[in-house]
T-cell receptor, first 112, second 114 residues
Framework: QQQVKQSPQSLIVQKGGISIINCAYENTAFDYFPWYQQFPGKGPALLIA?????SEKKEGRFTISFNKSAKQFSLHIMDSQPGDSATYFCAARANTGNQFYFGTGTSLTVIP | NAGVTQTPKFQVLKTGQSMTLQCAQDMNHNSMYWYRQDPGMGLRLIYY???????DKGEVPNGYNVSRLNKREFSLRLESAAPSQTSVYFC?????????????FGPGTRLTVT
């Protein structure tokens, strides 16, 4: 059973456009929601993370929107660039332990 | 500061062979993890170690064993490899205390079992 559901599986965006990736969860014990970026042949790297006490967090062109009541969170990439082409994973960690649960990933392609 | 290192980078095994994947971190992190990554499946947790001397099963532990050798090192062993264990394996570490939970990943080991 997938603890964190991620969509879409793949996304193609024009340069300068907005990329939006969505994730949903059911476990109300989750208290930390990171997003990871992975380039081919590399390990995932933390991009941005949020805790449920805030509804939005912005770092440069990357923004997480968090809706606690709907148990959903999303990553917005503004002014998408070809260099943003990568696979993005959302994840969640419960406050009761150290396990991280990952979404299935979104392959983003930004067309010049 | 090398972060998280993994060896080997690539490995080909025959069914039934055994091997150990090595992982080390130099960030003084307390928690360490082993994941496998398969197409369309995301990252699935195999085992993790919240602190030196403790290990716990994750989502997909069958066919694997782990050893937290010390605070720096966390190894993953396949006793009798099967083709279903063909995957990319990632080790990660984190300093899980208070509000800090950031995970750092190694470069991965690409394992093929024939």
């Amino acid at each position: 059973q997938q603890q964190v559901k991620q969509s879409p599986q793949s996304l193609i965006v024009q340069k300068g456009g907005i990329s939006i990736i969505n994730c949903a969860y059911e476990n109300t014990a989750f208290d930390y929601f990171p997003w990871y970026q992975q380039f081919p042949g590399k390990g995932p790297a933390l991009l941005i993370a949020i805790r449920p006490d805030v509804s939005e967090k912005k770092e440069g062109r990357f923004t997480i929107s968090f809706n606690k009541s709907a148990k959903q969170f999303s990553l917005h990439i503004m002014d998408s660039q070809p260099g943003d082409s990568a696979t993005y994973f959302c994840a969640a960690r419960a406050n009761t332990g150290n396990q991280f649960y990952f979404g299935t990933g979104t392959s983003l392609t930004v067309i010049p | 500061n090398a972060g998280v290192t993994q060896t080997p980078k690539f490995q080909v095994l025959k069914t039934g062979q055994s091997m150990t994947l090595q992982c080390a971190q130099d960030m003084n992190h307390n928690s360490m993890y082993w994941y496998r990554q398969d197409p369309g499946m995301g990252l699935r947790l195999i085992y993790y170690s919240a602190s030196e001397g403790t290990t716990d099963k994750g989502e997909v532990p069958n066919g694997y064993n782990v050893s937290r050798l010390n605070k720096r090192e966390f190894s993953l062993r396949l006793e009798s490899a099967a083709p279903s264990q063909t995957s990319v394996y990632f080790c990660a570490s984190s300093l899980t205390s208070g509000t800090s939970s950031e995970q750092y990943f190694g470069p991965g080991t690409r394992l093929t079992v024939t």
